[in-house]
């Protein structure tokens, strides 16, 4: 069906309040397995259509923020979505209760069992309080941030709007511009650290509630890590640091080189060539064209995907007024249809709606059919591993969006992808370090992090910069407050995409058919045990980073 005429009716939470009550109790009462299955998809399908109509409610809000009538449906969402949560929380807590357990796993397997005692894990009622106070702290980091109002080039900015000055091709106004930058951060630095502090206080309370020693393993749980555990963790960062980093050490130089700065300073990072960066050549309608034109060249799958999208107005891309800013692609449960939003602005974010975006709509669409529902979400890494591997498998048709600067696209994609897992991975060793010992002075914050930076950046030029200079560069990444312990799902995603790109270069039928494989399987297993079950290599060994290490290599050097 065409987005356009998908109808739209507000769900009555009352009744589905009533309705699952219902289902709760036939579920308790179900006489064999047989019986409590079918009850647990009449649940999945009462979630599903509530959902569906709340997928609708959000698009069309951010499609048009100034229609009245999805901006109060929207607001009706915001109010009832924790109702929903709370609701499918009772199920996950019957079907633990269920007497059929054993013969339910025969059928659906065990995992989903395994997916509702970790929920069941990082909540209890004598939590709810300190839940609620860590929401207000993050508000309150948000709203901080968004308020900066800083003047540059004349003119009142806020941070976001600063951030193009990071790029420019003056040198003096790259530097003026990450000055003032820093400046209104140390301006503010007393408040930040007292945010954080506290939410590493209440973090470290609901811990010690939920009976774990300390935030990291409640952390792991929320992040809904079941194949994983820090020693894992551990093992990725020993092959971060002995394999990407030398390679990432080496593009820094020769970026400083193509610039022509001595060092790699925090003003120089951002800025990658002296002529700008790749962007792409076409008008909206030639980039479309040529996005079908690719996904029919690189399979029957992809094929079924564009034209599903194309023909049922899956896409909105163009910027207008009144439009949310930014992009995503959300999924529509009860029309089997992901829907991908975004905002062209000429540069090469443009083109990753098409392989990105395309990518997790791709693996949504695949799912669709798997039962029960929870076996199609998967945890974020592999969420990303679907999107970030599609960017590099459509390599190929990167000539007719970008033309004669194929090349400058390709190595700076490569590069950023190559530079951010070391980074990344820093992000997430400091927390590490940050929840273990809960009481550490600010001060100590600062210097754990900067002992990082020259661990895992050791080309950045910062120490005479302020704010950089006393290692407190984390207090700009929002999800080390935000989103604890989320920043790894990133690099491993990072790496298993490289992984895909290192296999594509020498066999891209072997590589793309693994992708399939690993797309079709959702999440029906766990990130390991699909990456196993796709016969993709594994980010958690180092010899997978010294594999595409070597591979990004002898690539560039064949530039
Ligand atoms: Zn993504």
């Not at 009716?9 to 036939?26: C, F, S």
């Amino acid at each position: 069906m065409k987005f356009s005429q998908m109808p739209y009716e507000r769900p009555k939470v009352d009744e589905l309040k009533e309705k699952l009550a219902n289902l709760l109790d036939r579920f308790r009462e179900a006489k064999n397995a047989q019986e409590a299955i079918s009850v647990m998809k009449e649940a999945d399908d009462l979630f599903q259509s509530v959902e569906s109509m709340f997928a609708l409610s959000f698009i069309r809000h951010s499609l048009d923020t100034t229609d009245e009538y999805y901006d109060k449906e929207n607001d009706y969402q915001d109010e009832n979505e924790p109702i929903l949560k709370q609701l499918q929380q009772e199920m996950y807590g019957a079907l633990l209760e269920t007497p059929f357990r054993k013969e339910i796993e025969e059928k659906l397997g065990t995992l989903i069992f395994r997916k509702a005692e970790m929920k069941m894990k990082t909540i209890r009622p004598e939590i709810v309080p300190d839940m609620q106070e860590e929401n207000r702290l993050k508000s309150e980091y948000d709203k901080l941030l968004a308020s900066a109002q800083i003047e540059f080039d004349g003119k009142t900015l806020t941070l976001a709007q600063l951030s193009p000055y990071h790029e420019n091709h003056d040198r003096s106004v790259r530097e003026t511009s990450i000055r003032v930058r820093a400046e209104w951060f140390l301006s503010h630095a007393e408040q930040l650290d007292s945010i954080f502090d506290q939410l590493v206080q209440v973090r470290t309370r609901m811990a010690r509630k939920l009976g774990y020693e300390n935030f990291i393993e409640l952390g792991y749980y929320l992040m809904e890590r079941l194949c994983y555990d820090q020693n894992r963790v551990k093992g990725f960062r020993k092959g971060v640091t002995e394999y990407l980093v030398p390679v990432v050490d080496r593009l820094k130089a020769e970026q400083a080189e193509r610039i022509g700065v001595p060092t790699m300073t925090v003003y120089d990072n951002a800025f990658e060539y002296p002529d700008g960066n790749a962007k792409p050549t076409g008008t909206a309608e030639d980039i479309f064209a040529h996005g079908k034109k690719m996904y029919h060249e690189l399979s029957a799958e992809t094929t079924e995907l564009i034209d599903f999208m194309l023909e049922n107005e899956l896409f909105d891309v163009l910027t207008r007024p009144g439009k949310s800013g930014g992009g995503y692609c959300h999924y529509i449960n009860d029309h089997k249809s992901p829907f991908i939003f975004a905002n062209f602005n000429g540069t090469s974010g443009d083109i990753d709606v098409l392989t990105h975006e395309a990518g997790h709509a791709f693996a949504g669409y695949f799912a669709r059919e798997i039962f029960p529902t929870s076996l199609r979400e998967y945890t974020y890494e592999t969420a990303e591993v679907h999107s970030m591997s599609m960017e590099f498998f459509t390599w190929p048709w990167m000539e007719g969006f970008f033309g004669d600067q194929l090349d400058k696209y390709k190595k700076s994609h490569l590069g950023g992808a190559l530079t951010f897992i070391p980074y990344g991975t820093m992000v997430d060793e400091f927390q590490h370090h940050i929840y273990e010992k809960p009481d550490m002075t600010p001060k100590e914050r600062n210097d754990l992090w900067l002992e990082l930076e020259g661990k895992y950046r050791p080309y950045l030029d910062q120490k005479d910069f302020p704010f950089y200079g006393e290692g407190r560069r984390w207090q700009a990444q929002s999800h080390i407050y935000e989103r604890p312990f989320y920043y790894i799902d990133y690099c491993l995603a990072q790496a298993t995409a490289l992984a895909f790109w290192a296999e594509d270069q020498t066999n891209h039928k072997e590589a793309w058919d693994k992708y399939v494989r690993l797309v079709k399987m959702a999440g029906t297993k766990t990130f390991s045990d699909l990456l196993e079950g796709a016969g993709i290599n594994s980010p958690f060994e180092p010899e997978t980073l010294k594999t595409i290490a070597d591979a990004a290599v002898k690539w560039l050097e064949a530039q």
